[in-house]
């Protein structure tokens, strides 16, 4: 690429989680091969980060429409931190009430660790009622849990003894170790649409994952981040990582969808710059693709054609 974008850019990796509301056909028949070369390609060129979804386990009722396909977050970043070099690994979205935050903490600390210091930790709330029961967690509570959890994960994260006072996970005098190499602790950017989950980021985290909010919504969350954060006394950088419609570069001979855009890389660069106009700091990317090699394509397509008019 001869021009650098101004603003970051990664993507939520194929293959890794396969909803039918985004995944391709032909993800159902890939598997490692084609989650590492997706994720080396990012890495080649130069996107900031790439992501990996979390669901324990998905019930029977929803499995049509979420599919039962789901990696691990924490196995595969760590896989992928040995397959790539520079570009940041994300957890989009970490379901933290259902794991102890100790436990998470030390999860994401050693993946920081043996990244280089790469993580980003995107956490959320969860929505699927019977993964919480199967795990004996209060689905209705989860909002209150993850705030708690936040708290100590950032208590666990920071300091080596860390201290938590609860109310449901009291901890005190246990070292957590490894350390995270970045410092005071890893980026938390917090998931959600709601307005609970908007100031939660606001209020917790370092960055806002938005899920697909469309353009008209995006001012007024917005706003409500700004004005949470000043009357809570917080300043700093602030990360709100949006996700724009799928792409694809070119005039596809198929049809991609009506959550999809195509065309010449002016076109769709255009696109990508009324969501940076809004206050977008990241873009998370999607290319359209009828197999693994057109994926590939497509996303040096959208490097090297489309982000420089960014």
Known sequence: MSDSPSIPYGIQLPVQSQSTIYCEPWETRAGPAELAQAAQAADRLGFDYVAVCDHVAIPERLAGAMGATWYDPVSTLGWLAALTTRTRLMSHVAVLPLRHPLLSAKQYATLDLLSGGRLVLGVGAGHVPEEFEALGVDFHQRGAILDETLAALDAALREEYPVHPGPRFPFSGLAVSPRPVQRPRPPLWVGGSSPRAVRRAALLGEGWLSQGDAPAALP???????????????????????????????????EIGRRSVSGKPEQLAETLRAYVALGATHLQLRPRSRSADEYLEQLERIAGEVLPLV
């Open 220 to 254: 007024a969350q917005l706003e409500l981040i700004r004005a949470t954060r000043e009357q809570a006394g917080r300043s700093g950088p602030f990360a709100v990582n949006v996700i724009p419609p799928a792409l694809f570069v070119g005039e596809p001979d198929w």
